[in-house]
C-alpha cells in the first residue's frame, strides 16, 4: 500500500468524492445534496486520508473544541477497506490537543462500534438522559441551491 497522508480542513478535501460516498453508498445520507454537503464541512474538523493525491476516506467532527464533538460522516471508500487507514483517521482526530480535553465525545454507527470501541467508545453512561428529533429524510426535501 502507498503512504497514506491524513490532511485536515474543508480547503483540502475531495467535496465531490465526499459527496458521491454520503449520497450513493452510505446508509445514513442517501440522496443528501451536495450544497448540504458542501455547507455541513463549513462548520466541522474536516479529516481526510490521501493515497497518491486521491482521497480515499473522511471523517468530520462537528466541536466547540473545548467542550463536546460528535464524530460523522467517518469512511473508507470499499477499495481501500482493512488497511487500518479508519484507525489513522480516528488517532490523528484524538491526538489533537483540543480532542484530549473534551468532557464528551459522541457518534452514531449502524456497523462499526468494534471499531470504535478500540478507541474509548462505549455505551452512553446515562441512555435514559439522551433525546434527539430523528428526520432521516429530511435532506430530500432540499434541493442543491441550499
Not at 86 to 99: C, D, G, H, M, V
Amino acid at each position: 500500500m502507498s503512504e497514506v497522508i491524513i490532511k485536515t480542513g474543508k480547503e483540502n478535501m475531495d467535496i465531490k468524492v465526499i459527496h458521491r460516498f454520503l449520497a450513493e453508498d452510505s446508509y445514513w445520507a442517501k440522496g443528501i445534496p451536495y450544497a448540504m454537503v458542501n455547507h455541513s464541512l463549513d462548520h466541522s474538523f474536516c479529516t481526510g486520508a490521501f493515497i497518491n493525491g486521491e482521497q480515499v476516506a473522511f471523517g468530520r467532527v462537528i466541536t466547540d473544541y473545548y467542550t463536546f464533538a460528535w464524530f460523522a460522516d467517518f469512511f473508507v471508500l470499499p477499495a481501500y477497506r482493512k488497511q487500518g487507514i479508519s484507525k489513522q483517521i480516528l488517532s490523528y482526530i484524538l491526538e489533537q490537543p483540543w480532542s484530549k480535553r473534551l468532557r464528551r465525545k459522541m457518534l452514531n454507527t449502524s456497523d462499526a462500534h468494534g471499531l470504535y470501541r478500540r478507541f474509548e467508545f462505549k455505551e452512553p453512561a446515562n441512555p435514559s438522559g439522551l433525546l434527539e428529533v430523528y428526520n432521516p429524510g429530511i435532506h430530500l426535501q432540499y434541493k442543491e441551491s441550499l
